[in-house]
């Protein structure tokens, strides 16, 4: 059977049941759930992880932004469940917070 995107996402965000996200191990995490399809599982998710936006420094704080981020991803990628939403918003927030 094949995996499904959004368990495929949560592995490789390492998403909690609340829609965390976890930075480290990603490749790690990746390798051990899938040893012998890896590579072929990130081209699955590419499309996803590619998704990006500047911030707006001048429209509210980066919380704010990660939720109207989160409202977009919902929006044009309805196939996602709401774990996984929430953790690519998650890692956006966290990429433009450092």
Known sequence: MKP???QILKVYLG???SGGYEPLYRDERMRKAFPDS????MALI???LG????PDRTAGDLLQQA???E???RQRFPELDAIVVRALANRW???WSR
Do not use: I, S
């Open 4 to 6: 499904e995107v959004n």
């Open 67 to 69: 939720a109207r981020f």
């Open 38 to 41: 890896h590579r072929q599982m």
């Open 71 to 73: 409202a977009t991803l």
């Open 15 to 17: 998403a909690d049941e």
């Open 51 to 54: 998704e990006d936006r500047e």
């Open 93 to 95: 927030h966290f990429e």
């Open 46 to 48: 590419a499309r996803y």
